[in-house]
């Protein structure tokens, strides 16, 4: 990248130059940063707006999972679902709208993740951005075999910022069968990583 | 050291060892002795310093801590932030910072590399203000420490010749045969009294000796607000590293009826600060109800007609676990949420759009946020549909709000209303590359893989639709736009600053502390009384007493004289009433003419 020509030497720079500043303002810090992909997405001034994800994976050992989930939501043929009614068996839910690159190369991925897994985890989409006929479009084309919820206005997305908050478009959680975030994923889901989730998680409700 | 290397004996290192037994003149000549010839063997000519790699360091902090070296730094900081203001600054807009840097390749690069981009937390910036910091600590705390150990001695001893001070003065109390005088303790206990009255920190010393003194001072506080102001000024350096440390800022662009939750996955862009983590996000929601721009319809000034006078949102601010909350949010006027600051930076037009494609099936139906371009809201559009079937479809173009055909028949908008609001768009179709998962700049539509459908140039001609002709086919039937509606829109930054606070605080307290250092002064009074003889000869107490002024005072000699008052009323009333003489004889028997 040309707006980073020296990414052996900027960490370091940086690095001695946070110890030094520890040292000075005697700051507690936790661990002295590197150029994160947040930051380095800031820098780049793509203007693609929005925040992508790196593909980080977090699992959530079955002790270590918080609360069970609260929220209701609309999905895009209006009926209102709510989280209880996806308890009882595993869950996933892909943060998504039609114009994001990234959730274009992983939708054919999830078409056939929700295929394979149909009968043993519910697939909901939750669409951030659009409107009913741009997320039917996509989801043509995509041929998408699970619904979406309409979030425009955030309510399912602030009822499980409380959670486990998605920090990238797209962001993929995994529900257990109690309701309870048992994975989760920012940015690209990777086939693979999400199958192995999945199968945890189902082999565990089983 | 002057013990030296036994194997090369020098007449030094024998002096040396001798020197415990001989006087201390000698035992310093053998010490140079040693040392010199320790330090620079064959070159006894050149007295090197040997200074030691702790003396070394002592030496540099001192350099450091110096008053001149902080100011030194402080200037060099103010120059060292001029090419944040020179060249575009990733903090503020990366963007722009991406555009220089394709616009000049070379030197974009090499600047890129010194951080000219990244000037306010670069390796050059930081290492100005960290020694800044150093430097102001490393003077501050000493001279704090030594204040409060002068604040808790007494004030020094009154020096045994008063005249010498800069403003001397003295009164013959009593008078004739000294039978009115008041005796030299008496008076000066009632000076000290009348010295603390007037702020004064006082002692009194020598007390039943024949010439009791007292020594007073005051203005402490002078040296507390420079003191304070050097630590205030410490607390602004913390408060913005704090700030940029932890704090954070993003931008959301937000169409009417729209809400956005303060999660990162809802940002348009973000910019963390280095320390920041994504977790602390502090949940919260706004929905833009409605936004309302203002603008000039005065028409007796065709210059300021169409100027934007105000710009209003209505937006709803929901807390998890709370009611909504109307808020208005104006230009300069933030909605806080708990510290967390919502700001009016920017708006526009967002015209609906509704995208057929070949197949008949909407591929996309929505507003498409639009970029002003100038004060009538030309605005830029750009419009992908990577939904659309068989082909993908882009459209750019204009937003014109209130359009106009010229003369040379080209539209172009007059208003910043919408009066008559018309797109005027080419099309394209192709693969857009969305689907392949790169990023891509939404406010741009690169066409050099997209065939064109309509244009300026091409046989069919650009796209034009308003509310009279909303619906327009496109060639080779690749689909239809309809223009449905136009909203607003408002751009908001988030800002969250945790040292803005603290910033402030800092700002006051540093402005405290100069003004108690500009406008306090410290002085000191001593006081001594004795008996002695007025100008005629005649037996009296004299009362006598001197100013100091810790550096320039011109007010030194104005105190001088309001103590010379003080003194004069004190015992000229405590005289006995039947005495009248004696009463007149106290007042300015010989008041100080001779002071230098």
Request: hydrophobic letters at 40%.
């Amino acid at each position: 990248m040309i707006s980073h020509p020296s990414p052996a030497s900027r960490p370091s720079r940086r690095r001695v130059l946070s110890l030094a500043g520890l040292g000075v303002l005697g700051l507690a810090l936790a661990g002295c940063t590197e150029e994160d992909s947040l930051a380095q997405q800031a820098n780049s001034g793509d203007q693609k707006g929005y925040i992508a994800g790196d593909g980080t994976v977090s699992e959530y050992p079955a002790d270590q999972r918080g609360e069970p989930v609260q929220f209701t939501g609309t999905l895009f043929d209006g009926t209102t679902l709510s989280a209880e009614a996806l308890r009882g068996s595993p869950a996933l839910l892909n943060f998504w709208y039609a114009g994001c690159a990234p959730c274009r190369v992983e939708a054919p991925d999830l078409r056939e993740l929700a295929e394979r897994f149909d009968g043993q985890a519910a697939f909901y989409g939750v669409n951030l951005r659009d409107e009913r006929a741009t997320a039917e479009a996509f989801e043509r084309t995509f041929e998408i075999p699970y619904p979406s919820f309409e979030d425009k206005d955030g309510g399912v997305l602030m009822a499980l910022s409380a959670y486990v908050p998605p920090q990238a478009v797209p962001t993929t959680l995994v529900l257990d069968a109690q309701g309870r975030v048992a994975a989760r994923i920012l940015g690209i889901a990777d086939r693979s990583v999400l199958e192995t989730l999945l199968e945890d998680t189902v082999a565990e409700a089983a | 050291m002057t013990a030296g290397n036994p194997s090369r004996p020098s007449p030094g290192v024998r002096k040396a060892g001798m020197s415990t037994t001989a006087s201390s003149r000698e035992s310093s000549t053998a010490r140079g002795a040693g040392s010199s010839s320790a330090a620079g063997l064959g070159k006894s000519d050149v007295e090197l310093p040997a200074l030691g790699p702790l003396g070394m360091a002592r030496w540099a902090w001192t350099q450091l801590t110096k008053m001149n070296t902080a100011l030194f730094l402080l200037l060099l900081l103010a120059v060292a932030a001029v090419p944040g203001s020179i060249f575009p600054q990733r903090i503020q807009d990366p963007a722009a910072v991406q555009d220089y840097i394709d616009n000049n390749p070379a030197l974009g690069e090499w600047l890129d590399r010194v951080q000219l981009f990244d000037v306010f937390s670069s390796a050059w910036f930081s290492a100005i203000y960290i020694l800044l910091f150093v430097s102001l600590v490393g003077c501050v705390l000493p001279r704090a420490a030594k204040h409060w150990r002068a604040w808790r001695a007494e004030p020094p001893r009154t020096p045994r010749r008063l005249e010498r001070l800069p403003e001397h003065r003295s009164l013959a109390l009593g008078g004739r045969d000294g039978a009115g005088a008041p005796a030299p303790g008496d008076v000066v206990a009632d000076a000290a009294r009348l010295l603390r009255r007037r702020g004064y920190r006082v002692a009194v010393r020598d007390t039943g000796s024949a010439a009791p003194s007292v020594a007073a001072e005051r203005g402490m506080w002078k040296e507390v607000g420079n003191i304070v102001f050097h630590l205030a000024l410490l607390g602004v350096l913390v408060s913005v590293a704090v700030g940029s440390l932890f704090g954070y800022k993003g931008q959301k662009i937000l169409v009417e009826g729209e809400s956005f939750a303060n999660t990162l996955i809802n940002y348009d862009s973000f910019t963390p600060g280095t320390n920041y983590n994504p977790d602390w996000l502090d949940p919260f929601s706004v929905r833009l109800d409605r936004f309302e721009a203002v603008f000039n319809r005065d028409t007796t000034d065709p210059r300021s007609y169409g100027a934007p006078l105000d710009f209003t949102a209505e937006i709803t601010v929901q807390e998890p676990g709370a009611e909504p909350q109307p808020e208005t949010l104006k230009v300069n006027a933030p909605v806080n949420v708990n510290g967390v600051k919502s700001f009016l930076i920017g708006n526009g037009y967002a015209p609906v759009i509704r995208v057929t494609d070949g197949n008949g099936d909407v591929a996309f139906e929505g507003p498409v946020v639009t970029i002003p371009s100038d004060g009538v809201y030309t605005s830029s559009l750009v419009l992908k549909v990577p939904d659309a079937r068989p082909d993908q479809l882009g459209f750019t173009g204009l937003l014109l709000p209130t359009a106009v055909t010229g003369p040379d028949g080209m539209p172009r908008s007059v208003d910043p209303g919408l009066a008559n609001p018309q797109l005027i768009l080419s099309s394209y179709y192709g693969d857009l590359g969305l689907d392949s998962g790169v990023p891509q700049n939404v406010y741009v539509l690169d066409v050099e893989e997209l065939t064109e459908l309509n244009g300026m140039l091409s046989q069919s001609g650009p796209i034009a639709i308003d509310a009279a002709n909303p619906v327009h086919e496109l060639p080779e039937g690749k689909g239809t736009i309809e223009f449905l509606d136009v909203k607003r829109y408002v751009g908001l930054d988030i800002v969250y600053d945790p040292g803005r606070f603290g910033a402030f605080i800092s700002f006051v307290l540093a402005f405290t502390g100069l003004l108690m250092s500009m406008f306090i002064s410290r002085r000191r009074v001593w006081v001594r009384a004795a008996k002695g003889v007025d100008e005629h000869g005649r037996a009296c107490t004299v009362l006598e007493y001197g100013l100091l002024a810790r550096g320039e005072d011109p007010r030194l000699a104005t105190e001088a004289e309001r103590l010379s008052k003080l003194f004069t009323e004190q015992w000229g009333t405590a005289d006995p009433p039947g005495d009248p003489a004696a009463h007149r004889s106290t007042n300015r028997a010989w008041s100080g003419p001779n002071h230098d």
